[in-house]
């Protein structure tokens, strides 16, 4: 726990990506999913717990590794897949 330590996620305009209210939402999902006995639901929760960061030749830190539920109705895979169709379309308008 000594060698834990808090990221700040930031877009390109500088803005702080809502990361904590995403896995909180998470949790209250995957809490609904254990009440109606959800085979899923510990996936649920366990989505996003675990992240493993590289360190770039400039120091900048990228994610590497992490393990996401896919769930269609997770908050975290719902918020990360819209970002990255947003991308997906940024790039394919802008050739």
């Known amino acids: 726990m000594a060698n834990e330590k808090v990221l700040v996620d930031r877009s390109k305009s500088g803005k702080v990506r809502p990361w904590r209210e995403r896995k909180l939402e998470n949790l209250q999902?995957?809490?609904?999913?254990?009440?109606?006995?959800?085979?899923?639901?510990h996936r649920v929760k366990e989505c996003g717990e675990v992240l493993r960061f590289v360190e770039d030749k400039n120091g900048?830190?990228?994610?590497?590794?992490?393990?996401?539920?896919?769930?269609?109705?997770?908050?975290?895979?719902?918020?990360?897949?819209?970002?990255?169709?947003?991308?997906?379309l940024t790039q394919i308008l802008t050739e």
């Open 29 to 41: 999902y995957g809490d609904y999913l254990q009440i109606l006995h959800y085979k899923k639901a």
């Open 60 to 88: 900048h830190k990228k994610l590497a590794q992490t393990w996401f539920c896919h769930s269609r109705l997770c908050p975290l895979c719902n918020w990360r897949r819209a970002m990255k169709q947003s991308n997906q």
